[in-house]
């Protein structure tokens, strides 16, 4: 009796903990404005038996959650107390007309330098769901990274059985090496970065890594109870499987949109993206193992290859010992990737534009480009480069968007072209009988869209160098994923979905395939679209869409704010 007392009074101050904080949340919002204060500063850790400093926001890793509420006005003054450049983006807002707040460097503002301040403001009109925030700046989005949580408005219920609890689980590498000096050191080697020293979840390696068998997160669960997980994947180059042993997931959002409800036992989540999923504790009492390990579809790459585990803890279970660890697919199981993907649908139908305006054709992939010094350490004694229709984008010095705004020559061109310049066997031709053989064209190109245009946009992986799934996400929208499949994309036989397609942000361009995407060009300003994995987004894989004024005040850019980043 006893120890069934301490159960019951255990899992009541853990329903009232969760449900006070949900309710808190939503009493807070309602169109009301949250404050954040934002310092970027450096943390000494101890992992995997050594010691160092790592950048963070407010000394924590991760980083401080934001929690708002549909229709919230976020404001974030971040300080810059790092010998570092910074910036934020709150990657998935959408910022309708804010785009000065969007946050990539050279792209929507200069980098926040050593000492300095800026001020994000951004509303979260009609969105909701699991976002996150990272550095948009160099490689710190290594450990410069945090959640999003933007609850219903108040009343609005979720569409599925409302959870006992909510947990947030981030996915994320960890290097030994200091990062700034590794990506350095990378790029100036032209060749490819060394695999990430571990795996995390929620900071914590586990006990598969040395000298981390008590760096472990863990989740205390009750049985019979349902515990929503909000995932992020974080990781700066890698995608990821997740599952956890004897227990399903149910799929209900992706990207910040609900989908119909889909059961799988594991799922695979992209750098960028983020994936709500139910889990019921139906199993016997016990400790059973979360895993994070990797999905590599990229051949003759080296990666880590150990999972980081977190526990899955039954209350009443014997400590420290593991009842059933998790089973994660094979590193190159495309069709475990592809089985979900298939499943993904929107809640509801949705209004797809039907007629297109305009209609891009873009090839992405990794290059090799002539070494221009005899110490290149990329393939074939050359150069690493990535590209979207064979040209790699280049940064400029000034922020483009303070270019365009003000009309400042010389900093980007508009041309960048709607198809590649030439059609071949994308996906099996390469390299032997590919434009240029392997070198890729440098330059600072823009798209430029009429506002209101109804945009489709096929993406295509290729095999320059190797086939691979690329996550590339779009800034300042979401899109509705209408087709995907392998091979080269073929308008005649590609079948689409133009009834309930899920709205995501980041997308998973099939190893050897394509992903079709359509959207509305209904929010003036510059947007990067571009690979998240950060050593092909340093690559070049990469360009900018620039979306022009409407008519109306509400179709037309904000001013920027006064205190904007100088170069």
């Given at each position: 009796m006893a120890n069934s007392g301490i159960w019951l009074l255990t899992w009541l101050i853990s329903f009232l903990c969760c449900a006070l904080h949900v309710m808190g949340a939503g009493r807070?919002?309602?169109?009301?404005?949250?404050?954040?204060?934002?310092?970027?500063?450096?943390?000494?850790?101890?992992?995997?038996?050594?010691?160092?400093?790592?950048?963070?926001?407010?000394?924590?890793?991760?980083?401080?959650?934001?929690?708002?509420?549909?229709?919230?006005?976020?404001?974030?003054?971040?300080?810059?107390?790092?010998?570092?450049?910074?910036?934020?983006?709150?990657?998935?807002?959408?910022?309708?007309?804010?785009?000065?707040?969007?946050?990539?460097?050279?792209?929507?503002?200069?980098?926040?330098?050593?000492?300095?301040?800026?001020?994000?403001?951004?509303?979260?009109?009609?969105?909701?769901?699991?976002?996150?925030?990272?550095?948009?700046?160099?490689?710190?989005?290594?450990?410069?990274?945090?959640?999003?949580?933007?609850?219903?408005?108040?009343?609005?219920?979720?569409?599925?059985?409302?959870?006992?609890?909510?947990?947030?689980?981030?996915?994320?590498?960890?290097?030994?090496?200091?990062?700034?000096?590794?990506?350095?050191?990378?790029?100036?080697?032209?060749?490819?970065?060394?695999?990430?020293?571990a795996f995390t979840i929620n900071g914590h390696p586990g006990p598969n890594y040395n000298c981390s068998a008590n760096d472990v997160f863990e989740i205390q669960v009750v049985p019979t109870k349902t515990y929503l997980l909000r995932l992020i994947n974080a990781a700066l180059n890698m995608e990821n499987f997740f599952a956890i042993a004897n227990h399903k997931l149910t799929i209900v959002e992706t990207d910040g949109e609900y989908t119909k409800p889909f059961v799988t036992e594991r799922v695979m989540l992209g750098p960028g993206q983020t994936m709500n999923v139910l889990v019921t504790a139906d199993q016997p009492i016990g400790r059973y193992s979360m895993a994070m390990g990797p999905y590599m579809s990229a051949k003759h790459v080296r990666f880590q290859n150990i999972s980081a585990i977190a526990y899955f803890q039954y209350l009443g279970a014997v400590p420290h010992t593991e009842t059933l660890p998790a089973k994660l697919p094979s590193f190159n199981d495309n069709l475990a990737v592809m089985t979900v993907m298939d499943g993904l649908r929107s809640l509801n139908p949705v209004k797809v534009p039907k007629t297109m305006d305009v209609n891009l054709f873009v090839t992405i992939g990794v290059n090799v480009n002539k070494c221009a010094s005899n110490n290149c350490t990329g393939l074939k004694n050359g150069t690493m480069a990535a590209s979207m229709n064979n040209i790699s984008f280049v940064n400029p010095s000034l922020s483009l968007l303070e270019a365009y705004y003000h009309k400042i020559d010389g900093y980007f061109t508009e041309d960048f072209p709607g198809a590649p310049l030439k059609f071949y066997d994308f996906v099996n031709g390469a390299p032997n009988n590919i434009p240029n053989d392997t070198q890729a064209m440098n330059g600072t190109r823009a798209k430029v869209l009429k506002y209101g245009s109804r945009v489709q946009l096929i993406l295509q992986d290729t095999g320059t160098v190797t086939t691979e799934n690329h996550p590339i996400h779009l800034h300042g929208y979401s899109f509705y994923v209408v087709g995907y499949g392998t091979g080269n994309y073929n308008p005649q036989t590609a079948k689409f979905n133009l009834v309930d397609p899920p709205y995501m942000n980041t997308i998973g361009v099939p190893v050897g395939g394509w992903a079709a995407v359509r959207f509305v060009a209904d929010n003036p300003g510059v947007w990067f679209i571009h690979c998240h994995f950060d050593i092909h987004q340093s690559w070049g894989l990469g360009t900018v869409l620039i979306v022009k004024n409407g008519k109306g005040k509400r179709e037309r850019l904000q001013r920027p704010p006064a205190n904007m980043p100088r170069c």
């Open positions: 807070a919002g309602n169109g009301s404005t949250r404050f954040f204060d934002f310092k970027v500063q450096t943390l000494r850790v101890t992992k995997l038996c050594n010691t160092k400093e790592i950048v963070t926001i407010n000394k924590r890793f991760p980083g401080p959650v934001i929690y708002a509420q549909e229709g919230d006005r976020i404001i974030v003054n971040l300080t810059n107390e790092t010998p570092y450049n910074a910036t934020i983006h709150w990657h998935g807002v959408r910022q309708r007309r804010s785009c000065w707040f969007d946050g990539p460097a050279y792209i929507t503002q200069c980098p926040i330098q050593s000492g300095q301040t800026f001020r994000y403001e951004f509303t979260l009109a009609k969105q909701k769901g699991t976002l996150f925030w990272h550095a948009h700046v160099s490689w710190l989005r290594a450990t410069v990274y945090g959640a999003i949580v933007v609850y219903p408005k108040t009343g609005v219920p979720y569409p599925f059985k409302r959870p006992d609890e909510e947990h947030i689980i981030i996915l994320g590498e960890y290097w030994l090496k200091d990062i700034v000096q590794l990506e350095r050191e990378v790029m100036e080697s032209g060749g490819i970065p060394p695999p990430a020293d």
